[in-house]
Nanobody, 126 residues
């Protein structure tokens, strides 16, 4: 059974840092590119936006423009874990953050259906 479990979300003040984690089971982590998506308040599931994506080799496909220079995606292939280091958090980063296992096509990341976690809530507010 495929499982992805996110953790690390919290209510924080602007400017602080958070580290999100995603642990997986039920599939071979090292075979898959991975990503973080987020669903902003009031947005639908199909409107989730890509935050960052990383190849199974550690190559970074992309970061969303809004998080470049502040967020860092990384993975631990030994422990089948995915991370998102978020610095200088802003109120507009408030969202539910999801990890996803995907596929690569033409050097780009594509999410796979059925390979989503339940999400972890991040609220940035003073």
């Amino acid at each position: 059974q495929v499982q992805l479990v996110e953790s690390g979300g919290d209510l924080v003040q602007p400017g602080v840092s958070l580290r999100l984690s995603c642990t997986v089971s039920g599939f071979t982590f090292t075979n898959y590119p991975m990503s973080w998506y987020r669903q902003l308040p009031g947005k639908k599931r199909e409107e989730r936006e890509l935050v960052a994506a990383i190849a199974n080799t550690g190559f970074i496909y992309e970061y969303a423009e809004s998080v470049k220079g502040r967020f860092t995606i990384s993975r631990d292939n030994i422990n089948s874990a995915l991370y998102l280091e978020m610095n200088s958090l802003k109120p507009e980063d408030t969202a539910v953050y999801y990890c996803n296992a995907g596929q690569e096509g033409n050097g780009r990341y594509f999410p796979m259906a059925g390979y989503w976690g339940q999400g972890t809530q991040v609220i940035v507010s003073s």
